[in-house]
């Protein structure tokens, strides 16, 4: 098999003040070799946190209480936290939404850069800064010899966002987790951080995940596309296939309410009632109360019905073109 | 064509940063200055009619949200100046400034910021009309009431507190605080961006059908391209403080003639057209502190010639459409010689 990574039965819970709450519910899904993976979803639906989990980064009063994680055929929930820190930035990488956080303010990029390299590798820094200068290459950044030089405040918000992309890319990971990564930037920045992507993953072989909440920009970059809702993934497929023919109501909803799709000035269609509070979820499916298509049965666990690769968690789904 | 209700003219704004005690000091003894000045608006000029609904469209420090706070009163222009119903706002003394300026209301980004959370609701609603004594106090509560459906929210709501409700519904509660004072212009300053999508689609239904009700003109600054084809009738594009392009929503979007508009919607990704081939704008935003010489744009642009590295364009009508656009290439070209350019 050529999966990358292959996530199964992921789930991630939180001790609140109202009660025990479960951000990501079940989550099963893989990523081939230099394929792009969009986890689409809004906020409160789990999908930061489902990156996080992958990567072992939660912390008190959050668990991954279930699942498996594995990166080329490796289970990292299975191995010791030592172990999985070995990995972490090695072989599973992230990318986070804001680099300004992300890098340190008080360290040279090049600084930086030689650190995150001898952690994983035995090599001088002269060598360490060498690959650094060739991965800040790679991700498009020019005269990368003096951007090393540099602090991070020097740089403009969409090379920071580079030199953390190419922080990730320093092991050559099977896996980066990217997190957001474009939100915070200007449409021009951003469409030349997505060409770089799409470009890496063909030519590098990495697969990606990209966490975001823009389905503009995730029918234009990835491959396959998971829709979650609540913690869980509610629609699965081809990215063409979710997009263009959508068959859980929630994403014929979310999709439906994106106004370029609409005449100027016509109202568009909403979905009504707000994004649920996930210590208060109804049984069953956890869309029945906003649904149009909602009847009793969905008060019961819905199943997962489909061909192939575009399968839906839906006891009402539309049908299939 | 109707009367403009706002109008925009000839208005610079510049930010300037005094130096610290130890550079003022050196800089006495040396006879320079260090203080620094941006310029976040260069001689812009625009006009709306009654009625209508405009765009304005640009990156960071474009200089959109700036022109909305000047248009609503909160900074005064630096040069220039901004007329309602062609009365200048900054002549205006004592009661007639405050006539003036309650009659543009503002409604923020960030609904969680811009509501009081220690304030119930219905205060904050209310608390607009009762300092200008627009309503007696039991108007005012029937008012809120009023209000709040009229925004989708229940009546009841006046009693709860900002914490108790969710973004959309906040930005409700602040659209219904900017109604509350009848204004004649409303300024909505990135009103949808911080909304998911879902949430967006309900507010912005919202808007049209208040727009519709009670004919509102309104300025609607935004990023996003969609958004703003959607509500908006005409649309200004900014670049480093200067409007680039201003035009009709369809022309804009059916031919647009800036190159960079043009670049702008060729880097944003539309849902629908499957997995693009993206043409992002080369190079970065230019700091405001320090604009390129000539057109702004140059050195981003693929068209740019000799011309534009010196030459300031200017607005101007482009032939067969309301279209008006600072570019040389609709101005007499960029001063490429014959040949040079295979376009």
Redesign the interface.
């Known amino acids: 098999m050529n999966k990358a990574l292959d996530v199964r039965g992921l789930t991630t819970r939180f001790e609140t003040r109202s009660g025990m709450v479960t951000a990501v519910n079940g989550v099963s899904f893989s990523v081939e070799r230099g394929r792009i993976m969009g986890l689409v979803g ?2 409160g639906s789990g999908k930061s946190v489902t990156g996080f989990s992958i990567l072992g980064l939660i912390d008190e009063p959050g668990k991954v209480v279930a699942g498996e994680v594995l990166v080329d055929g490796q289970d990292l929930r299975a191995l010791s936290p030592d172990a999985v820190r070995r990995l972490r930035g090695a072989r599973v990488a992230m990318v986070f939404q804001d680099p300004m956080m992300t890098l340190n303010p008080v360290l040279r990029i090049g600084d930086q850069m030689a650190m995150a390299v001898r952690v994983h590798e035995k090599m001088s820094k002269r060598t360490a800064w060498e690959k650094a200068r060739q991965t800040l290459e790679i991700v498009g950044i020019p005269s990368p010899a003096e951007r090393l030089k540099a602090y991070p405040h020097q740089l ?1 918000g ?2 920071r966002q580079r030199v953390a992309i190419a922080i990730a890319l320093l092991h050559r990971p099977s896996v980066i987790i990217a997190d957001e990564p474009t939100t915070a930037l ?7 951080i ?2 770089e992507v ?1 470009r890496l993953a063909d030519e590098t072989g990495t697969a990606i995940v990209w966490v975001t ?1 823009d ?3 995730i ?3 990835a ?1 396959d596309i998971c829709v979650m809702y609540a913690g869980r993934i509610v629609e699965r497929g081809p ?2 296939d979710v ?2 023919a959508p068959r859980h109501p929630y994403t014929v ?3 439906g ?6 005449e ?2 016509t ?5 009504p009632g ?2 649920p509070q996930l210590s208060n979820l109804p049984t069953g499916c956890p869309f029945r109360p906003r649904c149009p298509r909602a009847t009793d049965i969905c008060a019961s666990e819905p199943p997962i019905v489909g061909e192939g690769d575009h399968t839906v968690s839906c006891h009402h789904p539309m049908e299939a073109p | 064509m109707k009367e403009p209700l706002l109008t925009v003219e000839s208005i610079h704004k510049r930010f300037t940063r005094k130096p610290g005690l130890v550079m003022r000091g050196i800089d006495r003894l040396s006879g320079r200055s260090s203080g620094t000045t941006v310029h976040a608006l260069s001689d812009v000029t625009l006009s709306v009619a009654a009625g209508e609904v405009l765009g304005l469209v640009g ?2 420090g474009c200089g959109k949200s700036t022109l909305g706070r000047i248009i609503s009163g909160i900074y005064t222009p630096s040069d220039g100046r901004v007329l309602l119903d062609g009365a200048p706002v900054a002549r205006a003394r004592g009661n007639n400034i405050e006539k003036l300026t309650t009659r543009v209301q503002m409604i923020h980004q960030d609904p969680f910021a811009s509501l009081n959370p220690r304030m119930k609701v219905g205060e904050t609603i209310a608390e607009g009309p009762r300092v200008h004594k627009l309503a007696s106090a039991g108007d005012v509560r029937k008012r809120v009431r009023d209000l709040l459906q009229q925004v989708g929210l229940e009546g009841a709501y006046a009693d709860r507190l900002p914490h108790q409700f ?1 973004g ?2 906040r930005q409700r509660i602040a659209i219904a605080r900017a109604l509350a004072m009848e204004p004649d212009l409303l300024v909505l300053d990135e009103a949808v961006a911080s909304l ?7 507010v ?2 919202l808007f ?2 208040l727009r519709r009700k009670l004919d509102l003109t309104a300025v609607f600054i935004s ?1 996003d ?3 703003v ?3 908006c009738d005409r649309v200004a594009i900014m670049y480093l403080g200067r409007i680039v392009e201003l035009a009709s ?2 022309e804009l979007y059916e031919k647009p003639q800036h190159p960079y508009t043009k ?2 919607f ?17 190079g ?2 230019p700091s405001p502190l320090n604009p390129p010489k000539g057109c702004a744009f140059h050195p981003r642009c693929p068209m740019a010639g000799p011309r534009c590295r010196v030459d300031l364009p200017a607005l101007k009508p482009v032939a067969g459409t309301a279209t008006t656009v600072a570019c040389h290439l609709n101005d007499g070209g960029t001063g490429i010689e014959k040949g040079s350019h295979a376009a």
């Open positions: 809004e906020s403009s969409g090379m200007d449409v021009s920045i951003q469409g030349q997505l060409a799409r909440h389905l503009a920009v029918s234009s970059l491959d990215a063409e997009i263009g909803g979310l999709i309410s994106v106004p370029s799709l609409h100027p000035g109202p568009l269609p909403q979905i707000s994004t | 990156e960071s969710s959309g519904q998911d999508v879902s949430i967006q689609a309900q912005l239904n049209m059908e990023h391209l969609s958004v084809r959607h509500v929503a369809r670049a702008l060729a880097s944003v990704p539309t849902l629908g057209t499957g997995r693009a081939a993206f043409q992002p704008i080369k970065e935003i």
